[in-house]
Antibody, heavy 121, light 107 residues
Framework: EVQLVQSGAEVKKPGESLRISCTTS????????IAWVRQRPGKGLEWIGI????????RYSPSVQGQVSISVDKSISTAYLHWGSLQASDSGIYFC??????????????WGKGTTVTVSS | EIVMTQSPATLSVSPGERASLSCRAS??????LAWYQQKPGQAPRLLIY???ARATGFPATFSGSGSETEFTLTISSLQFEDSAVYYC?????????FGQGTKVEIK
């Protein structure tokens, strides 16, 4: 069974750094993309970025470019989303999702349950 | 960046009736268009990909159509459990982008 297990909720202050994780299992991490999607409170879905498991090819939305970074640890099939300096506007639920584009042509077909990030002074 | 525009924002439909949701892309995206269903407190679920292919676990009452810039999600006979927000998303160009969502309510 394909699973994406995300790290727990975080409460941070503005200016602090943060890394959240998405640990995958049940499929070949190296041949799939992992995407991150944000949902601010009461709002819609916002695509943040994506990284390919094998060669770390990474794409970002212009709305977050330079504010977040995506990385992977292939040895443990885990993806990360990292902030160097959080802002209140970073608050929301962050979902990771597998993209099976290469083999099946499917975008974001399996999702994690989400990590809630709250940034408040 | 491709802008995805969904309409209407909210759709109120009686059980058993048909619901049609629209999604328009600001540039052609071929058939690289997906629909997701999101219920309150849950992660989104892939519903339709490649504009018309139904994902695992969804009944045949859900169908997708369209290409390039105009797409439609149709729920042929609405059930109470179909109450959710539905998002379209293009994956033809980076960055991938979502529409703002259509909330489907059951009368």
């Amino acid at each position: 069974e394909v699973q994406l297990v995300q790290s727990g909720a975080e409460v941070k202050k503005p200016g602090e750094s943060l890394r959240i994780s998405c640990t995958t299992s049940g499929y070949s991490f190296h041949t799939h993309w992992i995407a991150w999607v944000r949902q601010r409170p009461g709002k819609g879905l916002e695509w943040i970025g994506i990284m390919y498991g094998s060669d770390s090819d990474t794409r970002y939305s212009p709305s977050v470019q330079g504010q977040v970074s995506i990385s992977v640890d292939k040895s443990i099939s885990t993806a990360y989303l990292h902030w160097g300096s959080l802002q209140a506007s970073d608050s929301g639920i962050y979902f990771c999702a597998r993209a099976d584009i290469v083999a099946a042509g499917k975008p974001m077909d399996v999702w994690g349950k989400g990590t809630t990030v709250t940034v408040s002074s | 960046e491709i802008v995805m525009t969904q309409s209407p924002a909210t759709l109120s439909v009686s059980p058993g009736e048909r619901a049609s949701l629209s999604c328009r892309a600001s540039q052609a995206v071929s058939t690289n268009l997906a629909w997701y269903q999101q219920k309150p407190g849950q992660a989104p679920r892939l519903l339709i990909y490649a504009a018309s292919a139904r994902a695992t676990g969804f009944p045949a009452t859900f169908s997708g159509s369209g290409s390039e810039t105009e797409f439609t999600l149709t729920i042929s006979s609405l059930q109470f459990e179909d109450s959710a927000v539905y998002y379209c998303q293009q994956y033809n160009h980076w960055p991938w982008t979502f529409g703002q969502g259509t909330k489907v309510e059951i009368k």
